[in-house]
């Protein structure tokens, strides 16, 4: 089993920043992917980035491209998802989720998930 606890949501301005983290624990050894994804009111669950533990490599979706950086700390068991330049579009619960797979941006593959931390990002 792993738990994953987000935390560091919150009400921003259009523009500004913030920056979501998730703890992992529990058998993170069997969970090589880690990935942010989020849902706003009335619409699916969409991929926002992932990053694998081992190597750190990193994706993300085109939406957010350029402006979310993730990152993880394997000493500390957490993931980061750094965001700035935020819209108001980018408003929604996030997600953290670990996944046994390598399918980064498919929500189906991934096993364990956090509660979700909310972000709103006002105009």
């Known amino acids: 089993q792993v738990q994953l606890v987000e935390s560091g949501g919150g009400l921003v301005q259009a523009g500004g920043s913030l920056r979501l983290s998730c703890a992992a624990s529990?058998?993170?050894?069997?969970?090589?992917?880690v990935g942010w994804f989020r849902q706003a009111p009335g619409k699916e669950r969409e991929f926002v980035s992932a990053i694998f533990w081992s190597g750190g490599a990193t994706f993300y979706a085109d939406s957010v491209k350029g402006r979310f950086t993730i990152s993880r700390d394997k000493a500390k068991n957490t993931v980061d998802l750094q965001m700035n330049t935020l819209k108001v579009e980018d408003t929604a619960v996030y997600y953290c989720?670990?996944?046994?797979?390598?399918?980064?941006?498919?929500?189906?593959?991934?096993?364990?998930w956090g509660q979700g931390t909310q972000v709103t990002v006002s105009s």
């Open positions: 989720a670990a996944s046994a797979t390598h399918y980064y941006s498919d929500s189906e593959t991934y096993d364990y």
């Open positions: 529990g058998r993170t050894s069997g969970v090589p992917l």
